[in-house]
């Protein structure tokens, strides 16, 4: 009875996740991301170099470099996409027929997990089949799939479970349900990228067992088998006069294997917890007012700021005096700065400080304004969602399309708040003694159209922040460690963006702000 009532569960949390728009936003991402981190060695970047050589594209090269970089993006990005379903059970009153029902609790935490395994799995499994396509077409040796399927299982099927596990755990005790749980996991995940630096050494060390994100497992793997410390995993530069290296077909010993297995039993651990502390939608215990909401860090600052939200009042007057859009989007700039004064106060410190700062620290004041307004705008688009008011502002004149552009206006206009002093300051600075800086404020302002654009686009299609905020703070992530990649340099922080990328991200921009326009656009008005 209790396998049939976890296959229901499990099924049932799989449909109802696969029929979402962000399902499908997510998967076109994944492809996405795949063929543009494996460069094409005939640009002279390969996928895996060693000592400035090159390894063949054979199944079990392009299969562990392209199964490492997924456990980065899976192992953050899934964890923001399958959480939060408890709190939209509270949100649309499912929760309370729930907790009325006669399945136990742990019964209903592990369908959830399997659920929610299934689902990633699926994502995972659409990155391995995009993997054999790109093998076919630039890879260098016989297509093993039984060699993609061991590397993806031992080295992603960990980082799953525990995605999954702690979505469950977060979710099941109220204190966690905000953004303070997706704090507390990024910084979780963050700590897991120093046990690469114990990889190294000849005894691999019993805290293997929590490299969840297999990442040490991949350099442990690939120091086995290649001598000197010097490689690189991702898109680097390699000497065409130097041999190119080739991998055995049989990457994981009997001891790793055993590693990664025990690392998949304890990623099922945070469970027990999660049984232990959940609120089984218990009014006395969580409210559907706070699901979305907890009193987290950021919540406890934004009250004790809540005096400076008197400042934006004259933007309210102003808004209700300017005609058409205009005033619609100075009047959601307005409404943000009153729901999170922080916000507010993090523009003037940004602003002041670009003014004010030398020159050399510019990149980096340019760096917490960017990371302040990306998490700022992850939900301007769903603000109205969540907040229940979506019949309202739908049936003002233009409809949800020109809701959609108003938001997305707001979020560029936000943007350019947090990061303008500096735009300036580069745009001012004098050709002949610095011919990169008004390229960087170019670069500066068609990436924040482009992230604007694709946040209003992920909020408007999955209906939640986290989507967007997940893909955000890892590609910030990444960008902060290749300070060389033109194409990472979305907003010109790192000073390499160029020509070329500028015009990538200004066609990204374009692309996503004309898809979400016709796809608001062709949605029945409410």
Partial sequence: MKRHVLRALALAEVRLRMRRAS???????????????????AGGEALLVFNKARVLYTSSALALGSATLGAVLFGLGGFYLVRGRMSEDLRSGVGGVIGATPVASGVFLAGRWLGCVAYLGALVAAFMLTM?????????????????????????????????????LFDSWAPLMGKGGDLLFFLLWVAQLALMTQAGSSELPALMVFDFSGLAAAVATVQGFVSGANFAIGSSKFDPAVAPVILPSLLWSARMMALRGASGLIAILPLLPAWWLFHRYSPDRVKPGRARVRRSPLALLNAALRPLAALAAPLLGLAAHLPGVAGQVLADIALTFIIAPSALLAVLLCAGGAMLAPAAALPAVLLAGVACWGILVSDMSTRDFGADTEDLTGVVSGGVARRYLRQYAASVLLGLMFTGAVAL???LAQPLRALAQPLRALALVSGVACLAALASLFGRCSRSARLFLSLFLFGLYVALNATRAPLLDAVGFNGAANLHSLGMYALVGALALAGGYLWN????QR
Avoid: K, N
């Fill in 521 to 524: 656009a062709s949605r029945p």
């Fill in 23 to 41: 399902t499908m936003v997510a998967l076109l991402a994944v492809v996405a991301l795949c063929w543009a981190m494996i460069a094409d060695p």
């Fill in 425 to 427: 300051r580069w745009s």
């Fill in 132 to 168: 054999l396509v790109l093998h076919a077409l630039r890879g260098e040796g016989p297509l093993e799939p039984l060699v993609y399927l061991q590397t993806y299982a031992l080295l992603l099927l960990p980082m799953v479970f525990f995605a999954a596990s702690c979505a469950i």
